[in-house]
């Protein structure tokens, strides 16, 4: 037999208005509140979303869309919202975009028809720069990556400082000939390719770069055809953990010893880089800081809409591995690397 909504004011011994006050977070006191509830339990009610959305313009439910779920940054990153958001009472709709600007706009129509309260977005450069939160109806918080929406909330990385310090780090171990790695579809691979170019410019060195699509297998075809050629960098940096890894895997495959035969670096403290021999030095991103400040930046946006929008900009912590050990320290006898 079906329960209604009747039966768990009958149960509750409240009205019917009460109980949907109640489910639709309207002003009921908390005993009240507590009452509905507990007649809920006891009957095995489901209300029925669909309908409450329609009379209702946003719902307690917040989407998160990221362009990878499979890189740890963003696991790291959704586990941080999530926590945020249940915390606040609110639910949360994760969808993995590829990097694909289709299925981006795809997923934010998906939004719209959910009527989301609002979206925390890490977008591929073209949407990004073409974003308008206001004719979405939703807020938006932009992560890992701002693009020119100048509409909408961010919280980013300092990508240019940190790429910097990669290269300092590794003038610093006495290498000169430098490589980078790029991600050729977000805002974030060509902030980290600009703080990598400018770092070198600033020690007099020329800056080569390669730019590929943003997965391990594309790094690692990249890389192995690089290390082939007859100006191969002797050191080298990937601009985030995907690409590193394969890298890594490139270096590996060809037998070349780390940082022997090649010193590398990179983005992203995932567990892997420290255990690999000889550990690879990254930048360590604040991810679950990241997280937590773009979900709170969406509930400050939820209660005061009219402010005008906010940046933060967080630092990344440079980890330092055998990977890049000072040329002049190295065993010349070698270690096998990776």
Partial sequence: ???????????????????SRALGDGPVSPALRAKVEAAIAQSGYRPNLSARRLRSQHTQTIGLIVSDIRNP????????????????????????????????????????????????????RATADSLDAAALGFPVVLIDRAGAAASCDAVLLDNRRAAAQLVEHLLAA????????????????????????EAMQRAGLPAPARFVAPSAAAAQTSVAAWLAEADAPEALIASNGLLLLGAAKAVRAAGFAVPERLALAGFDNDSWTE???????????PVDDIGREAM???LERLRQP?????????????????????RGSINAAGRSGG
């Fill in 1 to 19: 037999m079906t329960t209604s909504i009747k039966d768990v004011a009958r149960l509750a011994g409240v009205s019917v208005a009460t109980v």
């Fill in 174 to 197: 006495g290498y000169r000939r430098i490589g980078g790695l790029f991600g050729n579809t977000s805002s974030t691979g060509a902030e980290r390719h600009a703080g990598f170019v």
């Fill in 73 to 124: 940054f963003f696991t790291a990153v959704s586990r941080a919202v999530e926590d945020v958001a249940y915390r606040a009472g609110m639910r949360v709709i994760l969808c993995n975009t590829d990097e694909n600007p289709d299925k981006e706009a795809m997923y934010l129509r998906l939004m719209q028809e959910e009527r989301v309260s609002g979206v925390i977005f890490a977008a591929t």
């Fill in 296 to 298: 709170e930046m969406l």
């Fill in 306 to 326: 009219e402010r005008p929008p906010r940046k933060v900009v967080l630092a990344g912590r440079l980890v330092a591995r055998g990977s890049s050990l000072p």
């Fill in 275 to 285: 255990l690999t021999e000889p550990g690879v030095t990254v930048i360590e991103q």
